[in-house]
């Protein structure tokens, strides 16, 4: 391992000039297979180190190599991370170090986030490992890994959680945090005995007491995964006493504060769990592909959860249902939520977009899905029709007006990713594919055209990345091959583009021309009536078109 000499981004520039770390986008030229990632976790002192050793392909000759870190150095919010070493080398053809290759200049370029290594020569097509050692501190904020407090028993007591969505796998390693650069994951974390629940995504391989105050905790590899579904959980928290195991012996609890677990609050979500896994795995034609899923209800957390790969983390109110104390509302808000996170583990965590512009599909998916894990589990509800009604509303509400956006829209800075975290991605997304099933099945009661594609989706793209137009493919080949084989038949890809590549939707006008005929027509609609001025230029003109279940 060489010591870090870091550089002044601004003079490295102006050495290079106009180089490849000034893009948002990490250049696909290295490729991660595997990361070996050792945590050592201290509560007391609200500090982390960490070391890693980050295994890659590089396909074409380079003489940079980039990956993301977060270097922000501020004392109100606790960011600070220190790579203390660095280095690289070159691997033989059995995955060992074949000798250390000279690193000319080393910088963290804070402009995009990323830790840059100008090598001394450059590095031909093969397989290398990075290397890292870093010091950082546990942020109070919401992001990365952060600490949250809360009381129990009068006293005040510490949890370590995590958030990675979109951005802040980077505040915890060195890592190519961008979605389509998926590797497997080793894991290891140190944590003082005060803190015994200790999780990740993959269950726990092994424990070795360290010494008087600390234990190792050895997880198993993870499968193949983006670096935004990582999860950390270090806590004195209490789980489902009897954990629940689905038919296919995926293993189920719930994980929380002791004196909710203890009042059983867990087990309405753990039982809701296991049996909206098993219906999901119908339902996607694939088994869940990890042995276990644990849920977390955690004391402070910014979003009400987060999918994370075999470990969700959740808003306590979003995961703890104690019938004793708590409504018909809350119990509602439980289910609904974990049917939804559960939909992520195949459509966004098993197949992932390849870049943000697609967030909507992750999350109108979800958001469509969720009604079928709700409906299983409840299915005194009715919640289909509850819930179509409710993301058809809410959709129309938004994207009426000019300040309405695109579903799908280009990134090209970290601002735009965050934005798209609204009723556009998720209820209109949801309302979208609806309208999709219904062309390609009518009521659906009795086609399976749409599921069908979609199984056909998770299974070619599993493990992997796609698209949107990926996903309109698979529709239009089903559509094609069981609906309407005629030759003038409507393509799906091209109908769905006009549906989310511009904002908004159209209102119809129907009116008589004669005895036997109607001439219909379509206009955008506006909640003001009419277009303003500074109008949003469309590549469709702000047509749609309109589909229906009949020729």
Known sequence: VVSTQSTGSSGINAEYGETIWDEIRLPTTVIPSHYDVKLRIDMTNERFTGSEDVYIDVLNKTSVLLL???????????????????????????????????????FPYSKNSFFVMKMKDELEPGKYKMSFEWESRLVRGLEGIYISSYKEDGKDKKVLASQMEPLAARKVMPCFDEPNFKANFSMEITAEKL???????????????????????VFETSVKMSTYLLAFIVADFKCTETPLETSNGVKVRTCGRKGPVNDKADLYSAEMTKIIIEEYEKFYGTEFPLPKIDSVAVPDFSAGAMENWGLILYRESALLWDPKKDTYNNKARVNTVVAHELAHQWFGNLVTMKWWNDLWLNEGFASYVEWIGTTKSEPNWNYYDFQTYSDKSRALAIDSYMSSR?????????????????SISYSKGSALLVQAKMFMDGSGKTSENFEDAIRNYVQTY???????????????????????????????????????????????????????????????????????SGDKESPYGYQCTCLSSTR
């Open 68 to 106: 993301h870190i977060n270097d922000i150095h501020s004392d109100e919010m606790g960011y600070e991370m220190n790579v203390t070493q660095h280095a690289v080398h070159r691997l033989d053809d059995q995955g060992e170090s074949a000798g250390t290759i000279a690193v000319k200049h080393a």
């Open 462 to 532: 599993g493990f992997s990345n796609a698209e949107q137009n990926d996903l309109y493919q698979q529709l239009d080949q089903v559509y094609g091959s069981e609906k309407d084989t005629s030759a003038d038949r409507v393509n799906i890809v091209e109908v769905m583009n006009t549906w989310t590549l511009q904002m908004n939707f159209p209102v119809l006008e129907v009116r008589r021309y004669d005895d036997t005929h109607l001439v219909i027509s379509q206009r955008r609609f506006l909640i003001s009536g009419t277009d303003v």
């Open 195 to 217: 803190y015994p629940l200790v999780l990740w995504n993959m269950p726990e391989k092994s424990k070795v007491e360290v010494d008087d105050f600390y234990d190792k905790f």
């Open 406 to 422: 695109p579903t799908s829209i280009d990134v090209s800075k970290p601002d735009d990713i965050t934005a798209q975290f609204d």
